[in-house]
């Protein structure tokens, strides 16, 4: 993926020095703000100048789009990108007597899970990260004031935002909107995260299928249109369950590790943008992402600069095989989705993203920098 590439290289000629942020952290070669653009028709944006684990890229999508914010998930399907994160999270709330992190993993993989997220630190679960990604999507809190009379009344809570059952509502009902948005960036909640959000906020747009792609699509030839034939292209349209819009995404990335956290964040909301798209019967559009300080740290140099060596080849396109979707063709079909998005999820498997013509180079392998001791 060339954009990628690109950024890389530039971030390198034009970035500047920054000492480490974080304890623990290495410094970076950092740049404040970019911007790149993707069309998803052009192919899948999987890197192929280096190996993705795209496996673990679903099993944190679904991870996230679960509201789920404990690693148990994600360690029995054998993703540990957020062990350490995790671990660090622990020792926040375990100061005195905390475990060992191999432990602490070990632990967290034999103990079963039965309530999900925790409500509050004293409810501390082996394994949670706090409110995190899943928790900010699908439990944000909301609260109200008890007493109207006084700005001074204690606030009450309500029943919580579930922002991506919201986000898809919203794309059925309301698709020329402009607050089609995701965010995960809560100044209430940042003492209590493992992470705070990196990928913070994220933005969908309905693009309507231009007419010569509608009638293209219905088999009609647009040399021979009159009003008449115009008019009979748009009611057939309407009455077709042919997709109506493309859908557009643009993620707003504060922080970004471009070595190891982009590629991940590429095919994650590229992937979102598909399953999305597979809900709501849309045709996926572009994916724009834009960043804050984006960066490559001291540490992964010769890394970023293996890759700017190699040669991209073709993207893959993604095949998703679930049954709420009744065509298998990676750009359109017709969305059976009900209300019940929870019971959507829960029916998905891992197995059912799946690539095809995904040729990548060999991985390189470089270490997570998470501030872990």
Not at 314 to 322: A, E, G, M, S, V
């Amino acid at each position: 993926m060339k954009q990628y590439l690109e950024l890389a290289q530039k971030v390198l000629d034009e970035g500047t020095f920054k000492p480490a942020a974080r304890e623990n952290m290495p410094s970076t070669i950092s740049l404040f703000g970019a911007q790149f653009r993707h069309k998803l028709s052009d192919g899948f944006p999987l890197l192929t100048t280096k190996k993705i684990n795209f496996k673990n890229v679903v099993t944190e999508l679904l991870w996230f789009m679960k509201g789920d914010t404990n690693i148990k998930y994600l360690v029995d399907n054998g993703c540990n990108i957020w062990n350490e994160d995790a671990y660090n999270y622990y020792k926040k709330l375990n100061p005195t007597g905390a475990m060992l992190f191999e432990e602490f993993v070990q632990r967290v993989k034999v103990t079963e899970r039965k309530d999900f997220p925790p409500k509050n630190k004293s409810g501390y679960i082996l394994g949670d990260c706090g409110k995190q990604y899943g928790w900010l999507w699908r439990s944000w809190e909301k609260f109200i004031y008890d007493d109207y009379s006084s700005w001074r009344a204690p606030w009450q809570p309500t029943k919580p935002v579930d922002q991506l059952s919201e986000l898809i509502e919203g794309l059925k009902t309301n698709p020329m909107s402009r607050r089609h948005i995701i965010t995960a960036w809560n100044p209430a909640t940042l003492d209590d995260m493992a992470l705070n959000a990196c990928h913070s906020f994220v933005q969908f747009n309905c693009r309507p299928v231009p007419f010569h792609k509608v009638a293209k699509l219905l088999g009609k030839n647009t040399l021979e249109l009159t009003t008449e034939n115009i008019e009979l292209i748009n009611k057939d349209w309407e009455n077709s369950k042919l997709p109506k819009y493309y859908l557009d995404c643009q993620l707003y990335q504060r922080s970004a590790d471009l070595m190891l956290g982009v590629p991940y964040n590429i095919a994650s909301y590229s992937l979102l943008i598909h399953i999305i798209c597979k809900i709501t019967n849309m045709i996926p559009g572009d994916f724009i992402h834009t960043f804050g300080d984006v960066h490559i740290y001291e540490d992964h140099v010769d890394a970023i600069k293996e890759q700017l060596s190699r040669t991209p080849d073709i993207l893959p396109n993604l095949y998703i095989y679930t049954e709420f979707w009744l065509t298998e063709t990676h750009e359109c079909g017709v969305g059976n989705f009900n209300s019940d998005l929870d019971a959507l999820i829960q029916s998905w498997y891992i197995e059912d993203f799946q690539f095809k013509n995904y040729n990548p180079q060999s991985s390189i392998k470089v270490k997570l920098s998470t501030g872990l001791k």
